[in-house]
T-cell receptor
Framework: AQSVTQLGSHVSVSEGALVLLRCNYS??????LFWYVQYPNQGLQLLLK??????LVKGINGFEAEFKKSETSFHLTKPSAHMSDAAEYFC?????????????FGTGTRLQVFP | DAGVIQSPRHEVTEMGQEVTLRCKPI?????LFWYRQTMMRGLELLIY????????DSGMPEDRFSAKMPNASFSTLKIQPSEPRDSAVYFC???????????FGQGTRLTVV
């Protein structure tokens, strides 16, 4: 069963506009949540993560995400898009049960940034 | 540390041939993951190991696929026989415990013709 759902396989924004990439998860225990970015022909790089503590987490390149348990969401935002943000973004979850540490990814969202 | 190292970076092989992909995790990491990435199916977890032991191989597509981790510094993913539908980018990743950042290799782009 899919544990992570990313709404929107493609998102397009203008440079300087707000970026919002959506992620919802399913888990039977408090999850660990991640956002990764993939640039063309490269591996995945961690943007930010939530494990415990503060529900608003800040990552690299000005990105942040908020863990909302009531909505089972972990949406990624950036106030002002830059051309260099164009990439594919993956939401991931681990620890979906107390005995599971496998890292499951969503299907990804390709972000395009227009000048 | 040089990060997660995968080899080869590119592999082109003929249908029916055996293919072996290799991964060296970051030293000290005791979790290792193998993923397959395709346009159609995205990033799929194939199998993961903890302390060299396979924990969950439910993502392995069929018996043609096998993975081993003979020691803490080396893992292989083997496809025998290979088929064109196996063409994909295969990633290896490692971390030192659940909930921490998984570091990815650069991937192996496999093309089966």
């Amino acid at each position: 069963a899919q544990s992570v759902t990313q709404l929107g396989s493609h998102v397009s924004v203008s440079e300087g506009a707000l970026v919002l990439l959506r992620c919802n998860y399913s888990s039977s225990v408090p999850p660990y949540l991640f956002w990764y970015v993939q640039y063309p022909n490269q591996g995945l790089q961690l943007l930010l993560k939530y494990t415990t503590g503060a529900t608003l987490v800040k990552g690299i390149n000005g990105f942040e995400a908020e863990f909302k348990k009531s909505e089972t969401s972990f949406h990624l935002t950036k106030p002002s898009a830059h051309m260099s943000d164009a990439a594919e973004y993956f939401c991931a979850v681990s620890r979906t049960t107390y005995n599971t540490d496998k890292l499951i990814f969503g299907t990804g969202t390709r972000l395009q940034v227009f000048p | 540390d040089a990060g997660v190292i995968q080899s080869p970076r590119h592999e082109v092989t003929e249908m029916g041939q055996e293919v072996t992909l290799r991964c060296k995790p970051i030293s000290g990491h005791d979790y290792l993951f193998w993923y397959r990435q395709t346009m159609m199916r995205g990033l799929e977890l194939l199998i993961y190991f903890n302390n060299n032991v396979p924990i969950d191989d439910s993502g392995m597509p069929e018996d043609r696929f096998s993975a081993k981790m003979p020691n803490a510094s080396f893992s292989t993913l083997k496809i025998q026989p290979s088929e064109p539908r196996d063409s994909a980018v295969y990633f290896c990743a490692s971390n030192d415990r659940g909930g921490t950042e998984a570091f990815f290799g650069q991937g192996t782009r496999l093309t089966v013709v």
